[in-house]
């Protein structure tokens, strides 16, 4: 109920404020999971990409988001789970892993914070640690503009696609560091840079 409150307001939004042009909705897949991975230029990101996807998502969120009991009723109900960052936090991954074995759609901003435009050194390993032991579906999702009332913004639904295992089938810190930065460049390459 709330969720789809929040979809509802995120819709609101988008068409009273700003000027939203969606490209690639027929690349959502309508079925089975879903990992999405997206940029994170503002605090609304996932507001704006769950509105327009008629599924739930259910967001990794910063933990920090949670320590409110309010807030942390608010962003659990509407599916979003805590990650503890810079701390390798195994329990994210397993909430991941399992909402994903269970054919939900997941959220994550792999670069692990929000950043206005691409930054190679902002990456994390657990992106790709999901992507690689989930084995299903990335949906690269990409947020193109600015959140100024009435300006033009673009979200932009990529083909999904899966990463493949190193050859030597080691998942050392380098291997998922060079997946994460490939997803990075996947989602950046949407909307040009």
Do not use: W
Not at 9 to 14: D, E, K, N, P
Not at 22 to 45: K, M
Not at 110 to 118: A, D, F, I, N, Y
Request: glycine fraction near 8%; include cysteine; charge should be positive.
């Amino acid at each position: 109920m709330l969720y789809r409150l929040a979809c509802i307001i995120g819709t609101l939004y988008m068409v009273l404020f700003h000027r939203i042009t969606l490209v690639g909705r027929e690349n959502i897949p309508a079925t089975g999971p879903v990992l999405i991975f997206a940029n994170h230029p503002s605090a609304f990101d996932m507001i704006l990409i769950a509105a327009r996807i008629r599924r739930k998502v259910h967001f990794m969120a910063k933990a920090e988001l949670f320590t409110n009991p309010i807030l942390s009723y608010i962003f659990r109900s509407v599916g979003a789970f805590p990650v503890h960052r810079g701390t390798g936090d195994a329990g994210s991954i397993k909430t991941a892993l399992l909402l994903l074995r269970q054919g939900k759609v997941v959220g994550i901003f792999p670069e692990g914070t929000r950043t206005l435009r691409k930054s190679p050194e902002r990456k994390k390993g657990g992106a790709a640690l999901i992507a690689y032991h989930a084995d299903v579906p990335i949906l690269p999702v990409a947020l193109d503009g600015h959140y100024h009332i009435f300006c033009r913004m673009r979200i932009v639904y990529g083909k999904p696609f899966h990463i493949q295992k190193p050859e030597s089938g080691k998942l050392d810190k380098e291997s998922l560091y060079a997946a994460t930065s490939d997803i990075i460049d996947r989602i950046y390459a949407l909307i040009g840079q």
